[in-house]
């Protein structure tokens, strides 16, 4: 099993930055070197993909509605993977989500562990 803890949600005027953290504890997390990602989901919309990064860190991706403003990492050490996002926008509003499997990928039903979520929301 694995558990994960968002942090570091709030509210932010629009163009100001936040740092997402999320902290994983389990056997399965290490064992299986998850992959870790970053969704969110808008009220009345689907959940959505962010961004991902592998458990060497070497490989991430992201939607290309944050690209360039989001950046997405991890701390094996702390057993923590972080987003930091940079110019947020209004539409930038929503639950993020972080998610563990062991294969990276896009879609939330690629990822087989799941945080209860931490709220973003972006005044204009």
């Known amino acids: 099993q694995v558990q994960l803890v968002e942090s570091g949600g709030g509210l932010v005027q629009a163009g100001g930055s936040l740092r997402l953290s999320c902290a994983a504890s389990?056997?399965?997390?290490?064992?299986?070197?998850?992959?870790m990602g970053w969704f969110r989901q808008a009220p009345g919309k689907e959940r959505e993909f962010v961004a991902a990064?592998?458990?060497?860190?070497?490989?991430?991706s992201y939607a290309d509605s944050v690209k360039g403003r989001f950046t997405i990492s991890r701390d094996n050490a702390k057993n923590t993977v972080y987003l930091q996002m940079n110019s947020l926008k209004p539409e930038d509003t929503a639950v993020y989500y972080c998610?563990?499997?062991?294969?990276?990928?896009?879609?939330?039903?690629?990822?087989?562990?799941w945080g209860q979520g931490t709220q973003v929301a972006v005044s204009s």
């Open positions: 389990g056997l399965t997390f290490s064992r299986y070197r998850c992959a």
């Open positions: 990064i592998t458990w060497s860190g070497v490989t991430t």
């Open positions: 998610a563990a499997d062991p294969t990276m990928g896009s879609r939330t039903s690629e990822y087989a562990y």
